[in-house]
Structure formats: structure tokens, C-alpha cells
């Protein structure tokens, strides 16, 4: 399980299954769940589970070792009669940005504390969530959750400290963002190539992918440079494939789903069509956009998809026979990519403070729901720990 599924009428649809696992199997037979690091690890999830075991990477790398972690739990409860007690500590902070990257960031040294505590026969399973502050639920937080062999003492003191820890770095962890009109005012002037990390619109993250805010301003200031430009807008690609490859249409692009993006309308050729099914680079997966179409707007190349699909590397670009490197600017709509893919050969990234639904600006986001007061959606919050603790013996 992921741990930020959402629905209209059920806030905690996975502890709900949990729940009903629970259920279905009775007391006796242990299960252990695996969470990823932007999940929110709720009560509910934890009081009908036996342990859980959290992605120890991000970006995420370690899914089978994840999946290892929660068997070899299970193993030690079935083989050595282990008993778990888990200590959960939520800490009332959400944060976004490069820190949080495990292997370079600020955030790792939590991590890496938790992990080294594998190895410890006191302890079944360690691991830290930074939540995933677009889901709006009334447990979101940041927390430590460590489930040891039968020792409460030992789990509070190890959460505390990667708790407190993580508290102390809360500002330093934050990102920063670049306001927009800046940006493309700065990007007009390289030599680039330049990148546009457009993170608020990162359909990995939950957003929409429809957002056109970026080629917005570029348009509003007379970009003078070639600029390849994802989007999601299924009826744009309709009328894409009616004119057929060399047609020319004027169409309105964005702004369909998210009603935040105000449509931009453009008169455009239609350079190529495609079925929109492509593996990434980044992991073993096949994406399916859609019906997909390639629009040649003045000096900007939008690539349209009919649905939005992960957009962490260069594969949809790809997939479309378009080559990142043969343009000045690209707009990548996700938080982080390998450094090979873009950042390697690009003479900046900016992270753009565009407006979206995955936007790190989260004070932006208009939260309702989740636990306040909470950083940075509030000032001045006090972090006074209360662990939490869970055993099903
Ligand atoms: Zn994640």
C-alpha cells in the first residue's frame, strides 16, 4: 500500500482494508503492511497490523527490499515467536523540496539512523513518512514509526530522537521555489538549455497534468526561445487526430481538469500522432496517456496526452520521437528526475512557484481537514512529542 489513497466518503480507505483484512483473518494470523515514505501511516492501519516497514529512499529505490524488510518481520514473529510493539511519533510538519532526497538531503540522516537500526535483534522495523501534504486527511503529518521485539522503552527512545532531529531541520528542509515571472524574465536571457521543474503539476504526485501557467507567462513575454512543453488535454487531442498529421488547428490548451488554469488558446500544426503507450526509463513500467499528439505552436512544442501519466523522465518525449536535448527550454512536471536526464546537461533547473495542485508552496494548497496548528501552514508551531504505541499481544 502507498498510505495517501483518499476517497470522497472514506479518508482512511487503506486502514479501512486493513480493517476488513483484519477480519477476514482473525486474530492469530499476523500481517505486516509496507508504506511509501510520502505515505500516512493512520491508527487505524496500525491497530489491526502487526508492524509495518516504509521505503527508506527517496526517490523511491528500494521497493523489493521494502517488500524483505516486512517478510523478514514476519519470519522472526513466525520462527522466533518475536512480539511487536510499534511506537509511532507524528511530528506536526509537512515539508517538500531537494532535502528530502535520502541520499544527499538533510532528511537522509533520519533515515539512515533508522536504517542502521535493521540490524539491531531489538528491532523488527524502522522507518520515517514525510506524508503527502496534497492529501488532505485528518492524520497528515510527518511521523517515525519503529516496531521493535517487545521493547516499548527502546522503540520511544529511537523514534524521539529521529523525531526531534527531523524537527530541528524544518526550515532548512523546505524548498525554494522560484517565482515565476522571474524565471522565464531570467530564462529569456541564457544560452541555456534551461529546465522548468514545474513540480505543482506533477501527475506522479496526484496533479492533474493540465497546468499551462509556465508557457502561460512565456507566451505573456514573448519567449524568445524553442520550448518543449508537456500537457494533458484529452479534447485538444481530439481535434488533434480529426485534422490529421500536417493540419492545422486552433485549439485551447489546459485548464480542463484543474479549473485553476485559465485555457490558453493557440494555433498550432499537428506534427505527429501516437497511441500514448510507453515504458519509462525510470522504472519497469508501461505508462498509457492515451491518444497523444505532438502541436507546433510558433516556437512551442506541446506534446498532449489524452490522460495524465508519469512524467519523471524523458520516455514520453521519447515515445513522441522528440529529443529533449534539440530545445532550449523543457518543462518537466515532476519534483525530482536523475540528474542524467536533465540536470546533467542543462545550465539550470529552476524550480519553478507555479500554481497547481502538488505545488510545494503548500500554505497554497488551502488545507481543511488536517490536524492544525501545522509547519508551514501555520506560525510559530510548538512540537511537544506524544508517542504513540500499538501491540495486538
Ligand atoms: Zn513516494
Known amino acids: 500500500m502507498h498510505g495517501s489513497m483518499s476517497t470522497e466518503n472514506e479518508f482512511d480507505p487503506e486502514g479501512y482494508l ?55 518481520q514476519l519470519m522472526r514473529m513466525l520462527n522466533d ?33 533508522l536504517k542502521s537500526l535493521q540490524d539491531d535483534p531489538r528491532i523488527l522495523n524502522a522507518g520515517f513518512q514525510i506524508g503527502n501534504p496534497f492529501t488532505d ?40 521555489l522560484v517565482p515565476l515571472d522571474e524565471s522565464v524574465a531570467q530564462a529569456s536571457k541564457m544560452t541555456g538549455p534551461v529546465m522548468f521543474t514545474d513540480a505543482a503539476d506533477a501527475p506522479s504526485s496526484g496533479a492533474s497534468g493540465d497546468s499551462n501557467a509556465i508557457v502561460a507567462e ?24 480529426e485534422k490529421g498529421i500536417g493540419g492545422k488547428i486552433t485549439v485551447k490548451l489546459g485548464g480542463n481538469l484543474d479549473r485553476r488554469f485559465i485555457p490558453v488558446e493557440v494555433r498550432a500544426t499537428v506534427v505527429s500522432v501516437a497511441d500514448g503507450t510507453f515504458p519509462l526509463e525510470k522504472w519497469p513500467s508501461i505508462e498509457h496517456a492515451g491518444p497523444t499528439v505532438v502541436l507546433q505552436s510558433d516556437n512551442i512544442t506541446f506534446i498532449v496526452f489524452s490522460r495524465a501519466v508519469n512524467l519523471v523522465d524523458r520516455a514520453p518525449f521519447y515515445a513522441n520521437r522528440l529529443d529533449p536535448k534539440d530545445f532550449h527550454s523543457i518543462i518537466v512536471k515532476s519534483p525530482f528526475c536523475e540528474p542524467e536526464f536533465f540536470d546533467d546537461w542543462c545550465e539550470i533547473n529552476f524550480n519553478v512557484d507555479a500554481p497547481g495542485s502538488t505545488s510545494a508552496d503548500l500554505p497554497s494548497l488551502g ?27
Open 18 to 72: 486493513l480493517q476488513e483484512s483484519r477480519k477476514i483473518l482473525g486474530d492469530d494470523i499476523p500481517f505486516v503492511f509496507t508504506q511509501d515514505i510520502h505515505g500516512v501511516t493512520t491508527a487505524k492501519m496500525l491497530k489491526h497490523a502487526d508492524g509495518v516497514a516504509v521505503y527508506h529512499t527517496y526517490p523511491h529505490v528500494d521497493f523489493a527490499d521494502t517488500g524483505a524488510r516486512a517478510a523478514r
Open 81 to 113: 515467536g518475536a512480539k511487536p510493539i510499534t511506537v509511532r511519533v507524528p511530528i506536526p510538519a509537512l515539508v517538500r523540496g531537494d532535502q528530502l532526497i535520502t541520499e544527499t538531503g538533510l532528511f537522509g540522516n533520519q533515515v539512515a539512523y
Open 137 to 176: 486527511v485528518p492524520e497528515l503529518c510527518s511521523q517515525v514509526l519503529v516496531v521493535t521485539d517487545n521493547d516499548e522503552a527502546f522503540g520511544r527512545e529511537v523514534a524521539l530522537r529521529a523525531a526531534n532531529e527531523f524537527w530541528g531541520n524544518r526550515f532548512e528542509m523546505h524548498a525554494d
Open 218 to 241: 512565456m507566451i505573456r513575454q514573448n519567449y524568445p526561445h524553442s520550448v518543449l512543453a508537456p500537457i494533458v488535454d484529452a479534447s485538444a487531442v481530439v481535434r488533434a487526430v
Open 367 to 393: 488545507h481543511t481537514v488536517c490536524a492544525r496548528p501545522m509547519f508551514p501552514l501555520d506560525e510559530d508551531v510548538e512540537f511537544d512529542p506524544e508517542p504513540e504505541v500499538y501491540s495486538r499481544s
